[in-house]
């Protein structure tokens, strides 16, 4: 093996050159040697190379496996997330319908509920309306009822005297004893 070796190094370097070269000359390279080499590493090398060829092989293959199983597998998520959001949009339809309907429903309640404050308020305003013209009625007559007891007060003031304040008061006094005789009888 070191014959092997030691060939080889000399068919890559020549050392007096000082660097990498090829030798061209046949009988320094020792060609027999080196098909002989080349013949053993072929050989055994097949059964080599062959098994780690076939490990590529395996690999990749069990790659491309995993890889089928994976696109399978995301393929089967995507359509059962394409199934919930088909599923979430039905959803939300139905939400958003249920939202108008009852939009619409506040909607008229909140109409309704106003028409009815309004009608209890007109209600309310003809009421005050009302209470206060009877009061306004009511102090007016009280006016007026003052008024004319205060002229009626200055007409008797000027017009009585003594004579018909005294005849005045002698017929009331027997218009209540004839009510008094009245009332006697009648018990």
């Known amino acids: 093996m070191k014959n092997v070796t030691y060939s080889l190094i000399s068919l890559v370097y020549w050392p007096s050159a000082g660097g990498l070269e090829l030798n061209t000359n046949i009988l320094e390279t020792n060609i027999i040697n080196l098909s002989v080499v080349l013949g053993v590493l072929i050989y055994f090398g097949k059964g ?3 098994n780690i060829l076939d490990n ?5 293959l069990t790659t491309i496996r995993n890889s089928e199983e994976l696109c399978e597998s995301a393929t089967n998520q995507l359509e059962q997330a394409r199934a919930r959001l088909r599923e979430v949009e039905k959803r939300a339809g139905e939400i958003r319908i249920n ?12 109409i309704n509920a106003t028409s009815t404050n ?28 003052r008024q004319a007891v205060q002229r009626a007060l200055r007409t008797l003031n000027s017009r009585l005297n003594n004579e018909l304040h005294l005849r005045t008061i002698d017929h009331h006094i027997g218009l209540l004893r004839a009510m008094k005789n009245i009332a006697g009888e009648l018990i």
């Not at 590529?56 to 990749?60: C, E, L, N, P």
């Not at 939202?99 to 909140?110: A, T, V």
């Open 48 to 50: 080599v190379l062959s």
């Open 56 to 60: 590529r092989k395996d690999i990749i």
């Open 99 to 110: 939202g108008y309907s009852q939009i619409k429903r506040e909607k008229e309640d909140f």
């Open 118 to 145: 309004l009608e209890q308020l007109e209600d309310s305003k003809n009421e005050t309306i009302r209470l206060e013209q009877q009061r306004v009625i009511e102090q007016v007559q009280q006016q007026v009822s």
